[in-house]
């Protein structure tokens, strides 16, 4: 049904992948995509998706690339949709362009649309290929895709420890931070950042620490939108004053705050916003926070610790992505993992476990991808295995075409 890759395939639609990376914000709730038309290995149209109610990728590349599209090859990092949203359907603007082939890296994900377009394009006599640079691709859209189109925030948990399981060393100078691990971890913790619409630490690490949470390790090079997240901490003490002038949460369970409610408008020229949430065993309910992220339209959350703030979100099964550094020292002494219970319930029927002898009482994960990062070592878990949801939205193609290997 689908035909095989070509061999400029790979790098065309690399390109494409690039473009829906390097937009200018974040397009939550829509999913990052990009779009190439090329003829004879020459690019005459590009397209990014920039967000609701923006034009598609598909229909921006055509557009730039007017008639000459007939009889060239549209590359796009998802499939071109077949409904009708808050934008007319892409499937009738490629069939209308004369296109004679579409090279697809992964099918649409959302359970709330029928899809359909791939088959539609067959259909129009429009050749198919399904599975270029599909790690990539998903990669771009994993957010939307294990929220089921963000019917709930996402939630990637950042942990950065020593290889006896330190946060810090127990000596260090007050208020300013520690770096256990390299330049090039925190560098690519900070691209992490830029897909984030909030990133939370605790109190204890605010205080500690006092961190910036902005991203001015990223340069023009990296695949990323052009927008900081939202820094915020979660706190039962006073807020610090070290964002001051930047917008910024505070997510608290004390009432003497005078918290703002997360569903009232942010008043012109106010940074600070004070959000009361319910109370979990003296601290802040982290599915509290969770619900009331959607009064800061914020999608997506990075939880960077300290050691009590990452247990309270694994203890809660609200973890969707764990992204673990581990520097290559010893420390022997400082913050570390406190004990904490997970409960039977924060384990989805659909996940089971690896090991069913530990099933009961755990949160699962499988390990999506391993690698070096300078001297450290970087371990991407996720609880949606990603390598049978790739297979499942390229129908197996992707096995079929050489891997880019991805990247989180």
Not at 33 to 57: F, K, L, M, S, Y
Not at 263 to 277: D, I, N, T, W, Y
Not at 302 to 320: I, K, M, N, Q, Y
Not at 342 to 354: F, H, L, M, R
Request: hydrophobic content about 40%; overall charge negative.
């Amino acid at each position: 049904m689908f035909a095989a890759p070509a061999p400029a395939d790979r790098e065309l639609m690399i390109q494409a992948v690039g473009l829906a990376a390097r937009i200018d914000r974040r397009p939550w709730p829509n999913p990052p995509v990009g779009a190439i038309v090329a003829r004879d290995g020459e690019v005459i149209g590009r397209g990014a998706h920039q967000g609701p109610g923006t034009a598609h990728a598909e229909v921006l590349a055509l557009r730039e690339a007017g008639s000459r599209a007939r009889g060239a090859t549209l590359y796009c990092t998802l499939e071109p949709c077949n409904h009708q949203g808050r934008t007319p359907p892409c499937v009738p603007a490629v069939l209308a362009s004369g296109v004679a082939r579409v090279v697809v890296a992964v099918r649409d994900p959302n359970p709330t649309v029928a899809g359909g377009g791939l088959e539609r394009l067959l259909d129009g006599g429009i050749a198919v290929t399904l599975g270029v640079c599909a790690d990539d691709a998903i990669e771009l859209i994993w957010p939307f895709v294990v929220t089921g189109a963000f019917v709930r925030p996402f939630v990637c948990l950042k942990t950065a420890t020593s290889l006896d399981g330190r946060f810090a060393p127990a000596a260090r100078r007050e208020r300013a931070p520690v770096y256990v691990t390299s330049e090039l971890a925190r560098h690519e913790v900070h691209v992490l950042r830029r897909w984030s619409d909030v990133v939370l630490v605790g109190g204890e690490t605010m205080r500690a620490d006092a961190p910036r949470l902005d991203t001015r390790m990223v340069t023009s090079e990296d695949a990323c939108p052009a927008c900081d997240p939202i820094p915020a901490v979660a706190t039962s003490g006073e807020p610090g004053d070290e964002w001051t002038g930047r917008r910024h949460v505070v997510f608290t369970n004390r009432r003497s705050l005078n918290p703002i409610p997360a569903s009232s408008p942010e008043k012109s020229g106010q940074a600070l916003r004070v959000v009361e949430c319910d109370e979990c065993e003296g601290g802040i309910d982290p599915a509290s926070i969770l619900e009331r992220l959607a009064g800061l339209d914020a999608f997506t959350l990075l939880v960077e610790g300290g050691p009590r703030l990452a247990a309270s979100f694994l203890e809660a099964g609200v973890v969707d992505r764990w992204v673990s550094y581990t520097a290559p020292v010893v420390l022997g002494s400082g913050p570390r993992w406190p004990d904490f219970a997970i409960g039977k319930e924060a384990v989805p029927d659909s996940i089971s476990s690896p090991r069913p002898e530990i099933e009961s009482g755990t949160v699962s994960f499988t390990l999506t991808r391993v690698a070096r990062c300078g001297p450290d070592l970087k371990a991407v878990w996720d609880r949606v295995p990603f390598a049978a949801t790739r297979d499942r939205l390229t129908d197996g193609s992707a096995s079929q075409v050489p891997a880019s290997g991805g990247g989180a």
